[in-house]
């Protein structure tokens, strides 16, 4: 279990979590858009960095893109592809997540 469906609203502040790798754990979050929560490693395209300037905040003013603090490589929420900045055509790393019964989950 990550969080309650309640935590992460549409454009709003994100819930960071961490999954284990072979390397340790790492940072990872989830956000809601358009209804739907997608979840994706916490680390930036273009030089890995976090993408949040506060812990939870990865959406822009507008609540519709994920934004890199570090650089403004700007991300799509539903796919995770930078559409504009430095790393543009790359993608975020992806988790698989699901949500049911008002829980989000890790699959």
Excluded at 5 to 28: H, N, Q
């Amino acid at each position: 279990m990550i969080c309650a469906s309640v935590d992460v609203t549409d454009g709003g502040k994100g819930v960071r979590f961490e999954i284990p790798t072979e390397s340790g754990l790492r940072p990872a979050f989830v956000v809601r858009h358009g209804g739907r929560v997608y979840g994706y490693v916490n680390r930036c395209a273009h030089i890995g960095v976090e993408l949040d300037w506060q812990p939870g905040e990865f959406f822009d003013d507008s609540g519709l893109y994920l934004v890199c603090a570090t650089h403004g490589a700007t991300y799509l929420p539903e796919s995770g592809e930078c559409i504009a900045g430095p790393c543009r055509g790359a993608r975020l790393t992806r988790l698989d997540i699901l949500e049911q019964d008002g829980v989000v989950y890790l699959r």
